[in-house]
């Protein structure tokens, strides 16, 4: 016969009014419905059901400029409209995308359509006359060089 350890509360669970199995249940998956509508935006003109996409955006500061990097495939660079101000960088665009193959007798067709637009706040003040960008497989690469007041240089102190 085996020994067992005899706990007289182990039966009772301790009483959490604000951790009802149920109610946290809920909780996750309205935060997996917000991660999943927050890829998604209405469209300015009010209509909810019109959908359109975000474009994922990469930033580095150096200490000469700020290099922007956004995926943008499917478009063509005349689709892109992107300006730059001294703090700001705004990329506009839409898709027209379709599709069409035929298979065995069977044709099938697939298209998306939908304007973007995404302003990105710059961590400095930028030349925005002297930008440079470059679009190839879908990656829009935009160098902005920074403004020379804006620049951290390290200037040598003589003591004396």
Request: aromatic content about 8%.
């Amino acid at each position: 016969m085996a020994i067992t350890r005899w706990e007289p509360f182990q039966e009772i669970e301790r009483w959490e009014p604000f951790r009802w199995e149920p109610l946290r249940e809920m909780e996750h998956l309205q935060q997996r419905m917000n991660r999943l509508f927050e890829r998604f935006i209405p469209s300015g003109d009010g209509e909810v059901s019109a959908f359109t996409f975000i474009p994922s955006a990469e930033m580095e500061e150096t200490a000469d400029a700020v290099h922007l990097r956004l995926e943008i495939p499917g478009l063509e660079s005349k689709d892109l409209n992107v300006e730059v101000t001294e703090e700001s960088v705004s990329i506009s665009g839409e898709r027209k995308s379709e599709t069409k193959t035929e298979e065995k007798g069977m044709m099938r067709s697939e298209f998306r359509y939908g304007k973007f637009e995404r302003v990105i706040p710059l961590p400095a003040h930028v030349q925005n006359d002297k930008a440079q960008a470059d679009y190839k497989n879908g990656i829009l690469t935009l160098t902005l060089p920074k403004v020379e007041g804006e620049k951290k240089k390290a200037v040598k102190i003589n003591l004396g």
